[in-house]
């Protein structure tokens, strides 16, 4: 079975402050599929970034970016020079690889709130 | 493009009827999922459809919580004699088909049993 650790519940910062959301995971797979959504307050959840297990390259979006480690099973999400629009519930997930199909398990999401 | 649609918004019933949610996919996904979002159990899959396959239960609560896609679109997730600890956040997403391929989301629809 799969399992994703969101071990912060919530984090508060200024603005213009880095943050680092952290997201441990467990599968047995050789194969699998990391991902990030963001909840904003309206409620609906939006796809971020995802990963294979093959490629730890890590990645930069504008103030984002992503750190993919196997050898921690880790896969920690940076916003640099965070902003009030940051303000939202990020979730970290995780897809089995080699089925036909994507169950998404979810991290218990963290809460970040940006005052300004 | 349109993204995913979910209707209605917001639901409130008594314990006891039933509830019918509605997940419109983004055009051209053959694949559907249903989650439930509640405070106690976080984000939690329900139910995927892919095409004509017979669809994937396995996360149905009990037997209560139904659901049919019809013409490989729209997607209908029933509740049958609601009660309280139904009351959550019921969200759909779609994808082109392989298992590994993003999601995208609706904007949920929040069930509220009083």
């Known amino acids: 079975a799969q399992k994703v650790t969101q071990a912060q519940t919530e984090i508060s910062v200024v603005e213009k402050e880095d943050v680092t959301l952290d997201c441990v995971y467990e599968t047995r797979d050789t194969t699998y599929y990391l991902f990030w959504y963001k909840q904003p307050p309206s409620g609906e959840l939006v796809f971020l970034i995802r990963?294979?297990?093959?490629?730890?390259q890590n990645e930069i979006s504008g103030r984002y970016s992503w750190n993919f480690q196997k050898s921690t099973s880790s896969f920690n999400f940076t916003i640099t020079a965070s902003q009030v629009v940051d303000s939202a519930v990020y979730f970290c997930?995780?897809?089995?690889?080699?089925?036909?199909?994507?169950?998404?398990?979810f991290g218990q999401g963290t809460i970040l709130t940006v005052h300004p | 493009g349109a993204g995913v649609s979910q209707s209605p918004s917001n639901k409130v019933t008594e314990k006891g009827k039933d509830v019918e949610l509605r997940c419109d996919p983004i055009?051209?996904?053959?694949?559907l999922y249903w989650y439930r979002q509640s405070l106690g159990q976080g984000l939690e899959f329900l139910i995927y459809?892919?095409?004509?396959?017979?669809?994937?239960k396995s996360g149905l609560p009990s037997d209560r919580f139904s659901a049919e896609r019809t013409g490989g679109s729209v997607s209908t997730l029933t509740i049958q004699r609601t009660q309280q600890e139904d009351s959550a956040v019921y969200l759909c997403?779609?994808?082109?088909?392989?298992?590994?391929?993003?999601?995208?989301f609706g904007p949920g629809t929040r069930l509220l049993v009083l």
């Open positions: 997930a995780l897809i089995k690889g080699g089925t036909s199909y994507g169950k998404l398990t």
């Open positions: 459809f892919q095409g004509n396959s017979a669809p994937d």
């Open positions: 997403a779609s994808t082109l088909g392989q298992g590994w391929e993003t999601q995208y």
């Open positions: 055009s051209g996904h053959t694949a």
């Open positions: 990963r294979n297990s093959f490629d730890e």
